[in-house]
């Protein structure tokens, strides 16, 4: 079946420094990509909406110039956050979708705790 | 915009089954989908539906829709321990951004 690795699993990491995240799609082509983020017993709110070679569509009050996104390959999406604060501590998940529309496929999610 | 619900706590005994429930407003939702998620780890798709299905049977799961009162229930049988997870539904348009909307998650617990 369709898997997503997700790396790395987790991180900690200084305030002001950038951390990057990679979500690969390892045995299909995800045309698109999504970046969630989840806080302690909440729901994944989406966060954005990449798809390959062209720009992330972000959800309202997700700063671009913070969370940036790149989906250069079918198979390969990085999230960096950039200048990270311990507001950012949080679980980001990856999800990709294949050319069929149901059975979205998530990552295992990345723990970043800022200190 | 979308708005998907659930209740968020749920416990039965081992061998009992468990119904999770859940609404969601927009009638022109294609598919909705469960998804279970163990603490600190990803989500995995346990099922999906078809809008235009009522009822889709895999194993112990069980999905019912009616979509004339946009309410999705799962219903576990023989509700295992290993069963004690989050579990959100979700569900797709086939417009706009075409990403999942998902409930609040319901916290499954089962009792020995």
């Known amino acids: 079946g369709a898997v997503v690795s997700q790396h790395p699993s987790w991180v900690i990491c200084k305030s002001g420094t950038s951390v990057k995240i990679e979500c690969r799609s390892l045995?299909?082509?995800?045309?698109?990509m999504f970046w969630y983020r989840q806080f302690p017993k909440q729901s994944l709110m989406l966060m954005a909406t990449?798809?390959?070679?062209?720009?992330?569509?972000?959800e309202q009050g997700v700063e671009k110039d913070k969370f940036l996104i790149n989906h250069a390959s079918l198979t390969l999406s990085t999230l960096t956050v950039t200048s990270a604060h311990p507001e950012d501590s949080s679980f980001y998940i990856c999800?990709?979708?294949?050319?069929?529309?149901?059975?979205?496929?998530f990552g295992s999610g990345t723990r970043l705790t800022v200190v | 915009g979308e708005d998907v619900e659930q209740s968020l706590f749920l416990s039965v005994r081992e061998g009992d089954s468990s119904v999770i429930n859940c609404t969601y407003t927009?009638?022109?939702?294609?598919?909705l989908y469960w998804y279970k998620q163990e603490p600190g780890a990803g989500l995995q798709l346990l099922t999906y539906?078809?809008?235009?299905?009522d009822m889709k049977q895999d194993q112990r799961l069980t999905v019912l829709l009616n979509k004339k009162d946009k309410h999705l229930s799962l219903r576990i049988a023989d509700t295992q321990t290993g069963d004690s997870a989050i579990y959100f539904c979700?569900?797709?348009?086939?417009?706009?951004?075409?990403?999942?909307?998902f409930g609040s998650g319901t916290r499954l617990q089962v009792q020995p």
């Open positions: 990449s798809n390959e070679g062209s720009k992330a569509t972000y």
């Open positions: 927009d009638s022109s939702s294609t598919y």
């Open positions: 539906i078809f809008s235009n299905m």
């Open positions: 999800s990709a979708r294949g050319q069929q529309n149901y059975g979205y496929t």
């Open positions: 979700a569900d797709y348009m086939d417009t706009g951004r075409r990403a999942l909307t």
């Open positions: 045995d299909f082509q995800a045309t698109t």
